[in-house]
């Protein structure tokens, strides 16, 4: 079966510095990756996606980095704020399947005033 | 905006009774799915469900069952509860591929706590 992990599961970031969260993936048949920000007391919310035939892809202060050839992506936040304080999850899918998406254990991001 | 919505935020059940945990979405999605959270372990997939009256077990499926008898629910049964089912369970729809995306979304999350 698939498995996603996180490289480091707590990340202590100065405010207004950048943030990069790591994850690696194991199925080579994972071809759309997904990132989640779960507050405390919340449900994961859907930050950002990528799919394979894609290397790179940016949004609002966010951006993903994927590198298929070492099964590895990543989350980098710019200018971390306060608010991005929360447990990050990356997540793995066969578009193709019943979209079944396995998830990493999450690494906790502390960001310091 | 897609909503999720689970029955209850905190649940309390003695072992051995059985529990019913309804998640009610309101976007037409085809798929949902029943998670378990735990620390250290992330996300784990215990049912989903691709169609009404359809479902597939996940990774963690003993003790577990599911019910979609509806579109828009889908329920999770403990059925005998035991209190290695402690945890925060969550659930989530998404639209199936060549829909308006594939990604999940997710309800706050029900924590049960099996005494």
């Known amino acids: 079966g698939e498995s996603v992990g996180l490289h480091l599961p707590t990340l202590s970031v100065q405010e207004g510095d950048n943030s990069i969260i790591n994850c690696a993936y194991s199925?080579?048949?994972?071809?759309?990756f997904i990132w989640y920000k779960q507050e405390s007391g919340k449900g994961p919310q859907f930050i950002i996606d990528i799919r394979s035939n894609m290397d790179k892809r940016q949004g609002q202060r966010v951006t993903v980095l994927l590198n298929k050839t070492v099964k590895h992506l990543s989350l980098q936040i710019a200018a971390t704020q306060p608010g991005d304080s929360a447990v990050y999850f990356c997540a793995g899918a066969n578009s193709g399947g019943y979209q079944k998406v396995t998830f990493g254990i999450g690494t906790k991001l502390q960001v310091i005033p | 905006d897609v909503k999720v919505t689970q029955s209850s935020r905190y649940l309390v059940k003695r072992t051995g009774e059985k529990v019913f945990l309804e998640c009610v979405q309101d976007m037409d999605h085809e798929n949902m799915f029943w998670y378990r959270q735990d620390p250290g372990l992330g996300l784990r997939l215990i049912y989903f469900s691709y169609d009404v009256k359809m479902k597939e077990k996940g990774d963690i499926p003993e003790g577990y069952s599911v019910s979609r008898e509806k579109k828009e629910r889908f329920s999770l049964i403990l059925e005998s509860a035991s209190t290695n089912q402690t945890s925060m369970y969550l659930c989530a729809s998404s639209a199936p591929r060549g829909g308006i995306g594939t990604e999940a979304f997710f309800g706050q999350g029900t924590r049960l706590t099996v005494v």
């Open positions: 199925n080579s048949a994972s071809d759309y």
